[in-house]
């Protein structure tokens, strides 16, 4: 009788010892997957800032191309704008 009670604690500390095993496993995948989000959070906001300075700078080369082009020849870009909005005003009325 002695010896299955010895038995059953020893199992019980084996049984422990693994789930504690297992828990500081957990913690540590846990703690892995959290500076692997940061990483990737850091890479997202660097592309996302990136593609803004390449948008905005876009968008700057495009306004400025308008510009000259309105300055060059301005009766061209008025009949244009004024067909574009007469197909949007086309449009609009269905």
Do not use: C, H
């Not at 297992?22 to 892995?32: G, R």
Request: overall charge negative; proline content about 1%.
């Amino acid at each position: 009788m002695a010896d299955k009670n010895l038995a059953a604690v020893g199992a019980e500390t084996d049984a422990e010892t693994r789930t504690v095993g297992a828990q500081a496993e957990l913690e540590a995948q846990i703690a892995d997957l959290r500076t692997e989000i940061s990483r990737l959070t850091e890479t997202v906001t660097a592309i996302g800032s990136g593609a803004r300075a390449v948008v905005q700078t876009e968008a700057e080369l495009m306004t400025e191309r308008m510009r000259e082009r309105v300055r060059e020849d301005p009766i061209s870009a008025l009949l244009t704008v004024a067909g574009v909005a007469f197909l949007f005003g086309l449009l609009a009325r269905r």
